[in-house]
């Protein structure tokens, strides 16, 4: 038997409809969540992608957001 992984939109209701059907056929043997990822590794993945901004005072840092 093989295994499959399946990302349904439940927000939709076509999603809704599908995970119904598919419940009640008796396929849906496990129900995965999606995990985040912690903000760390989204913090050090900005820094490696430069994603990261540096001011000398919170006056200058006020003028680069509001430009």
Do not use: H, W
Request: proline share 1%; charged share 25%; glycine share 6%.
């Amino acid at each position: 038997m093989a295994t499959y992984a399946v990302n349904i939109n439940e927000r939709t209701q076509a999603g809704k409809s599908l995970f119904i059907y598919l419940n009640s056929l008796g396929v849906i043997t496990e129900r995965l969540t999606q995990r985040r990822r912690p903000a760390i590794d989204e913090a050090l993945s900005d820094v490696r992608s430069g994603r990261v901004y540096k001011a000398d005072s919170v006056d200058a840092m006020f003028k680069q957001i509001l430009g």
